[in-house]
């Protein structure tokens, strides 16, 4: 009786084993269409001035061809200036918030990537 106790709590803790790795990320929608390097995602959008606040998940140059994918949305765009509480600057790192003229409406949540 013993034997199969232990067998039992060994087969559940195998297959708790199984369950506690990660699953892999499921893309959505408007991420399957492209497959380029995630950038960042728009934070906020600040309609009057047509400025999108980004947060950054990796570098990102002045100069750089950046695409927008989000909703019915999907455009690409050079990154001409952006700034970092109201500073120029030429380029942000990994974790930044930036702010950058986006030439559409974007909402917060859509994508960045880098073209």
């Given at each position: 009786?013993?034997?199969?106790?232990?067998?039992?709590?060994?087969k559940l803790k195998s297959s708790k084993k199984l369950k506690s790795k990660s699953k892999p990320k499921i893309?959505?929608?408007?991420e399957k269409k492209?497959?380029?390097?995630l950038l960042g995602e728009v934070s906020n959008y600040f309609e009057h001035v047509g400025v999108a606040a980004i947060k950054l998940g990796a570098e990102l140059k002045v100069g750089d061809k950046i695409k927008v994918v989000g909703g019915e949305v999907e455009?690409?765009?050079?990154v001409k200036s952006m700034q970092i509480r109201h500073e120029v600057v030429q380029k942000a790192k990994k974790g930044d918030e930036i702010g950058i003229k986006?030439?559409?409406k974007v909402?917060?949540?859509?994508?960045?990537?880098?073209?």
């Open positions: 009786m013993v034997k199969v106790i232990k067998k039992s709590k060994e893309l959505k929608k408007s492209f497959a380029g390097k455009f690409e765009q050079d986006i030439k559409e909402r917060k949540g859509y994508k960045i990537f880098k073209v």
